[in-house]
Each structure stands twice: as structure tokens, then as C-alpha cells.
């Protein structure tokens, strides 16, 4: 029960955080190009950035505490496996891979989401440093879906 019930929500946090990311690159940035005015469009992404940052972060930290619950019920892996995984399998060069893109992708949120995007609105620099974290984070994101693959199918 606990494995299934640490499965769904992790695949629910990945959908929302991720699928959140989509809907902000492929649905609001080009709506945004359309609005002529640089203030209101400033202010809608503000406005959607700031709600979806809270609900991103709850999505967060549902991963990183329901991913290691499953490597424990799944694969018996302990704690310990998250800091220093076994790389000579092609499951724990997948495990490794995955681990320091997730390491990755929460310091670059953090980053985005508390440093740049809050600087975003009042500097085109940091706008476009923004910008160019969210996308980075996106594909970020895509790749740990693929090495979560690779671990469920064996590793490389």
C-alpha cells in the first residue's frame, strides 16, 4: 500500500510540475508576445509566476520524498543508494544520472524561483536570465522523466 500510494503521488507531482512548465513555455510566453504592453505583461507572468511557484514547490518536495520511498519498496534500495549509488550496473549509472539532474534542477529552481524571477520584473537582464533558467529547468525535468524510464525498464 505504502509503494503504490508513494507511486501515484509521485507520478501526480511529476505530471502537475512538469506539465505546469509546458503550459507556461508553449501557452503563456506566446500569449504574452501579443500583449503590448511590457508592464501588464511583466505583471501576468508575476501574477501566474507566483502561484504556480507555490504549487511547483509542493510538487518538489512530493518528489523528493516520495521518490527514495520507492526505491526502498521497489528495488530494497536504502537511503544510503541516494548519496552513493552503485555505477557499475547499468541501473545505478541510470539511478546516478537521475539523482544529480534532480540535485540539479532544485538548486536551479531555487535560483529561478527566489533569486532571478523576483529581480525579473524591475531588469531585462535578469528577465532573460529567468527566462533561460525556466527553459533549462523544462529540459531538465524531461530528462529525468527519461533516466526514470531507464530505471524502471533496467538502466542503460
Do not use: E
Request: no cysteine; glycine share 8%.
Amino acid at each position: 500500500m505504502i509503494l503504490q500510494a508513494a507511486l501515484l503521488l509521485h507520478i501526480l507531482a511529476a505530471i502537475f510540475w512538469i506539465g505546469g512548465m509546458l503550459f507556461l513555455v508553449l501557452v503563456i510566453a506566446p500569449y504574452l508576445k501579443s500583449v503590448p504592453d511590457p508592464k501588464a505583461k511583466s505583471q501576468i507572468y508575476q501574477v501566474v509566476g507566483k502561484q504556480y511557484r507555490f504549487w511547483g514547490w509542493v510538487a518538489i518536495i512530493t518528489l523528493l520524498v516520495t521518490g527514495p520511498v520507492m526505491l526502498y519498496y521497489l528495488w530494497a534500495l536504502p537511503p544510503s543508494a541516494i548519496i552513493a549509488p552503485d555505477i557499475h550496473s547499468g541501473f545505478g549509472q541510470a539511478l546516478a544520472a537521475k539523482l544529480a539532474l534532480v540535485a540539479l534542477i532544485v538548486v536551479s529552481s531555487l535560483v529561478h524561483d527566489f533569486w532571478l524571477g523576483p529581480r525579473a520584473r524591475s531588469s531585462p537582464g535578469f528577465s532573460r536570465l529567468a527566462r533561460i533558467f525556466g527553459r533549462t529547468n523544462l529540459i531538465i525535468a524531461l530528462l529525468i522523466v527519461l533516466f526514470a524510464t531507464y530505471l524502471r525498464t533496467g538502466g542503460f
